[in-house]
Nanobody, 114 residues
Framework: QVLLLESGGDLVQPGGSLRLSCEVRGIVYNPWNMGWYRQAPGKQRQLVASISRDGTTDYVNSVKGRFTISRDNSKNVVTLQMNSLKPEDTAVYYC????????WGQGTQVTVSS
């Protein structure tokens, strides 16, 4: 019964920054690759950033150079630092485990608007 708890979503202006966090509860050690997903209204949920257990990262092209994913395995926390935010980044952001099937948290709303 693993639970993922996201936090950090907010309303920000274009060019602003946010830091999202995901706490993984219910386990002592997290062996899975993890990622941050987002889903905008009317669109499919999309993986935007991933990180392996050992820290290898990958990003969708649209966020490269702006977003940074990291993890603290000792605390079972995964973070997404988002800089230079654009209106098209507006979405509900979900923390996910690369399991079969994947597991997501409840999501946190990120709104980028003037």
């Amino acid at each position: 019964q693993v639970l993922l708890l996201e936090s950090g979503g907010d309303l920000v202006q274009p060019g602003g920054s946010l830091r999202l966090s995901c706490e993984v509860r219910g386990i002592v050690y997290n062996p899975w690759n993890m990622g941050w997903y987002r889903q905008a209204p009317g669109k499919q949920r999309q993986l935007v950033a991933s990180i392996s257990r050992d820290g290898t990262t990958d990003y969708v092209n649209s966020v490269k150079g702006r977003f940074t994913i990291s993890r603290d395995n000792s605390k079972n926390v995964v973070t997404l630092q988002m800089n230079s935010l654009k209106p098209e980044d507006t979405a509900v952001y979900y923390c996910g485990l690369f399991t079969s099937p994947p597991v997501w948290g409840q999501g946190t709303q990120v709104t980028v608007s003037s």
